[in-house]
Nanobody, 125 residues
């Protein structure tokens, strides 16, 4: 089992940057696909970015390509989401999640079995 704790959310103006971090417990962290997902008020949860278990491949939602970067450090059990050029429509609660082991960076929400508690990101216009 994996326990996940996000940090780094906050309030930022449009065009600004934030860096979200996710700390994971458990020695098995390195075998899992890791993803970031978000949920805006009144909307369904959606995929943002994912990274394969080895870190060799990544996957991004079209809405964040070129602005967000996901990375992981398996030695430190952490995954990070660097968010640049933020827009008001990026406002949401962001969740770190662990997906299937030894797999590619999937965008399927139902593939993610372990979730953090979420961190709020608010982008003002």
């Amino acid at each position: 089992q994996v326990q996940l704790v996000e940090s780094g959310g906050g309030l930022v103006q449009a065009g600004g940057s934030l860096r979200l971090s996710c700390a994971a417990s458990g020695r098995a962290f390195r075998i899992y696909v890791m993803g970031w997902l978000r949920q805006a008020p009144g909307k369904e949860r959606e995929f943002v970015a994912a990274i394969s278990w080895s870190g060799g491949s990544t996957n991004y939602a079209d809405s964040v390509k070129g602005r967000f970067t996901i990375s992981r450090d398996n030695a430190k059990n952490t995954v990070t989401l660097q968010m640049n050029s933020l827009k008001p429509e990026d406002t949401a609660v962001y969740y770190c999640a662990a997906g299937p082991p030894y797999s590619a960076a999937t965008s399927r929400l139902d593939s993610y079995n372990y979730w953090g508690q979420g961190t709020q990101v608010t982008v003002s216009s």
